[in-house]
């Protein structure tokens, strides 16, 4: 005689993918059929396939009927009844938010090795490291001649030296804009400060040579900055040592200091420790990618042009103790304010795609730069459409699937927040891979991270494993939590209502295109 069990559905997103893979594979452990009737909506399912039970539309608070007929009925009803009673232990508590140092969820699932830094400017870069010697006050002081031809000529050197320095500033005030112009002025504002000339002359009559009067006026300009309580003036002593070498090199010559700016030959992530503004201007801006520094404040004036050039830039970062090899690709990405040192080949790949869908929305912006202009008020955009279908995409794993399929939808301004949106994707998988069987995963998630729910399609160029099951489509659904009440589960319901066809299955996998893709499939949901 059959077995009835009746269940009310606790389940605060319903009956989806994980808990209908759960029930599917603990009924097909039974060989007694098992019927799964909602009540409300008056669906059956199959409670032996996860699919149907998805199509069964069942929602918290559904009552549902399950019916087991068969020789291990009573057992398989035992099983099915304790499954049922724990399912809702099953959701996760959500992941705490983290805020300097966060990693996105689909780099965290490549384990990389990070060292932290802060943030300058965002952007990432991979490239060769180069490290850049830098000059502090010290050595200028250690590497001084010692020498002093007398008061006349030393006061002579040191006059020379400044109109020299002058003439450049000048010059490159003529080939200079924004705040790369700024910058020079203020430096050669410094450099014609009437007390920092008359310091210097000052330490010149007290019998030194120009070479130490330079270096100590501009020390005690630097200990008076260093006593504000203003962490913007205190970061002016970078620029002080700026003007301290090229005033000693105009006055020198360029030689004296030993100070040729280094030579990029090929795209370069940069490390220095005290990077003056001269130096970083000096640098091969076609080749320099990336900035890695252990000392500069996010207000120095070498941290301001950074910004302003678009360099990806760290500061903090302790690299002395690091080995890096010249010829070894590292990576800097300041974004997340992490810098990788030795990435495998499964972060390189991350990264080279992440470079280039930062590079498609940069280009897309530009495009739609006047349309946004006047557009008022914000359009609703249909749950499907041919920019949301992704043909034979080449994705070598389900994280990569999954973070090229929300890149989309941040390229097609669905999101805005597309980390926070994978977040919330894989916060479903971890727990209950939303595979379904024929070559089908349906990966998804009600999020308020997406301005528009959409359906998002991709083919692959090649099967790739989705819990322990080889898949070659994906469907994945991003439903907006102003969406109306059930309207995830709805949507999902659906889809595996058109999954379960095995006409329309079929016809999905003869497509020929995107275009192909998108008519099939808007056809079938407007039935």
């Given at each position: ?19 209908a893979g759960y029930i599917a594979r603990l009924c097909n452990l039974f060989q007694a059929a098992i019927?799964?009737?909602?009540t409300r909506t008056g669906l059956r399912a199959n409670a032996k396939s996860a699919l149907s039970l ?474």
């Amino acid at each position: 005689m059959a077995v009835s069990i009746t269940w009310l559905c606790e389940l605060d997103e319903g009956i989806h993918a994980r808990p209908a893979g759960y029930i599917a594979r603990l009924c097909n452990l039974f060989q007694a059929a098992i019927d799964w009737e909602n009540t409300r909506t008056g669906l059956r399912a199959n409670a032996k396939s996860a699919l149907s039970l998805i199509a069964s539309d069942t929602l918290l608070n559904d009552e549902c009927r399950i019916t087991l007929d068969g020789e291990d009925e009573q057992q398989a009803a035992a099983r099915l009844h304790a499954l049922l009673a724990d399912l809702p232990a099953f959701s996760m508590q959500p992941e705490p938010v983290t805020g300097q140092g966060y990693l996105p969820r689909c780099l965290r699932e490549l384990n990389p090795q990070v060292i932290q830094g802060t943030r300058i400017h965002p952007g990432a870069a991979i490239a060769r490291p180069r490290v850049m010697q830098s000059l502090t006050f010290a050595d200028i002081i250690d590497r001084n001649p010692g020498h002093t031809d007398g008061i006349e000529s030393e006061t002579a050197r040191f006059r020379a030296g400044i109109a020299s320095l002058r003439g450049e500033k000048q010059h490159a005030l003529s080939q200079t804009r924004g705040i790369e112009h700024d910058l020079i002025a203020a430096h050669l504002t410094l450099i014609d400060d009437g007390e920092f000339q008359e310091a210097t002359i000052g330490y010149l009559n007290d019998g030194m040579n120009a070479w130490s009067a330079i270096a100590r006026v501009s020390l005690d300009v630097c200990q008076q900055l260093e006593q504000s309580s203003s962490r913007y003036l205190q970061e002016r002593t970078l620029d002080m040592l700026d003007i301290a070498t090229q005033l000693i090199g105009a006055a020198y010559g360029e030689r004296a200091l030993d100070r040729s700016p280094l030579l990029l030959t090929e795209p370069t992530i940069v490390f220095a420790s005290y990077l003056t503004p001269s130096l970083l201007l000096a640098l091969d801006r076609s080749r320099l990618v990336g900035l890695v520094l252990s000392s500069t404040g996010k207000t120095s004036h070498t941290a301001i042009l950074a910004r302003s050039l678009g360099i990806p830039t760290l500061a903090d970062v302790d690299f002395a103790p690091l080995t890096l090899d010249a010829g070894q690709l590292i990576v800097i990405d300041a974004e997340s304010g992490i810098l990788i040192t030795h990435p495998d080949e499964n972060v390189l790949r991350y990264y080279r795609h992440e470079m280039a869908v930062q590079q498609a929305m940069q280009q897309r912006l530009r495009i739609n730069a006047a349309i946004n202009k006047d557009q008022t008020g914000v359009i609703e955009k249909p749950l499907l459409t041919v920019e949301t279908i992704l043909w034979r995409m080449d994705a070598r794993d389900k994280n990569e699937a999954i973070k090229m399929m929300v890149d989309n939808l941040w390229l097609q301004q669905r999101t805005n927040a597309r980390d926070k949106l994978c977040d919330d994707i894989w916060a479903r998988e971890v727990p209950f891979p939303t595979v379904v069987g024929s070559g089908f995963a349906i990966p998804h998630a009600q999020s308020d991270y997406i301005h528009h729910s959409t359906l998002s399609v991709a083919t692959l160029r090649r099967p790739i494993a989705w819990g322990g099951v080889l898949v070659d489509t994906l469907f994945m659904l991003t439903i907006s939590k102003d969406a109306e009440n059930n309207a995830h589960m709805k949507h999902f319901s659906t889809l595996a209502r058109m999954l379960m066809n095995d006409e329309f299955v079929s016809r999905i996998k003869q497509a020929k295109g995107p275009k192909a893709l998108y008519t099939l499939i808007s056809r079938t949901l407007a039935c």
